[in-house]
């Protein structure tokens, strides 16, 4: 069985603010749906998001985030991933071999698939290619 971490830019595409709908890829998500984890990182950022939104007065589009992200919590549960120390020092090490390759330090939520056999479903073939790990365009 495959596992995979779900990169931010995956489940963003499921986000009720997304401009475009990409149904072959909510139908991948729901057909492999307990074999998906998020990190914590990528729940930082939704919640960054939100913020950003009532910040600049975007009420409706901070509550219709809001209301999505309660549902992404409740349905992957003990499936997102915490961001712990063993998980730091790996994506310290991981972003400066992205560094090192000439790519943006983007390790962070990468560095907790090193815990798990797992996949990346990600659509940032560019970020992707700046580890030596498995990764999939859903």
Not at 33 to 58: K, V, W
Request: glycine share 4%.
């Amino acid at each position: 069985m495959t596992r995979y971490l779900v990169d931010t830019n995956v489940v963003s595409a499921t986000a009720p603010t997304t401009a475009v709908r990409r149904p072959e890829l909510i139908e991948w998500m729901d057909t492999h749906s307990p074999d998906l984890f998020q990190s914590a990182i990528t729940i930082a950022e939704i919640a960054d998001g939100i913020a950003r939104a009532r910040r600049e007065g975007a009420q409706r589009k901070a509550s219709h985030l809001s209301a999505w992200l309660k549902t992404l919590l409740h349905l992957y549960g003990d499936r997102v991933l915490s961001f712990d120390n063993l998980t730091a020092e790996i994506a310290g090490s991981l972003a400066d071999l992205a560094r090192g390759r000439g790519h943006s330090p983007r390790a962070l939520p990468i560095s907790q698939l090193l815990q798990l056999p797992v996949s990346i479903p990600s659509q940032s073939s560019r970020a992707m290619s700046a580890i030596s790990h498995p990764w999939m365009s859903p």
